[in-house]
C-alpha cells in the first residue's frame, strides 16, 4: 500500500503545484510562483518512490488521471472555472477509467 500513499501525496502535491500555477499569472507573483516550484518539486520525487515498486505506464495512467480529476477541481472550486456536461461526462470516463486499472488489472499491482 506504500506506492499508492507516495503516488497519493505526489498527485495531492501536482495539483497544488498546478494550482499555484494558475494563481502566479504567468510567473509574475512571488509566493504562487514559489508554491509551483515547491508543489512540482514535492510531487516529481514522491513520482520516483512510487516508479520504484509500480510500473511506469500504469504509475503514470493513475498520476494523469487522478491529477486531472483534482485539478478540475480545483479550477472550478478556486477559480470559478465551468464544467459542462461533456467536461463532466469526460471526468467521469476518467475516474472510470482509473477504477478498471485498479480494480481489474494486475499490472497495477506490487
Not at 501536482?14 to 510567473?27: P, Y
Not at 493513475?62 to 469526460?90: C, E, H, M, R
Request: aromatic share 16%; proline share 5%; hydrophobic share 55%.
Amino acid at each position: 500500500m506504500k506506492p499508492y500513499l507516495y503516488l497519493l501525496i505526489a498527485v495531492l502535491f501536482e495539483t497544488f503545484g498546478s494550482t499555484c500555477l494558475q494563481a502566479s499569472n504567468q510567473f509574475t507573483r512571488l509566493w504562487p510562483t514559489l508554491g509551483v516550484i515547491f508543489g512540482f518539486g514535492v510531487a516529481f520525487w514522491f513520482f520516483t518512490l512510487v516508479l520504484k515498486t509500480l510500473p511506469l505506464g500504469i504509475t503514470y495512467a493513475l498520476w494523469s488521471g487522478i491529477g486531472i480529476v483534482l485539478i478540475t477541481a480545483s479550477g472550478w472550486l478556486i477559480f470559478q472555472q465551468k464544467l459542462d456536461a461533456p467536461a463532466l461526462f469526460g471526468i467521469g470516463l476518467i475516474i472510470a477509467g482509473i477504477a478498471v486499472i485498479n480494480l481489474f488489472s494486475s499490472a497495477g499491482h506490487p
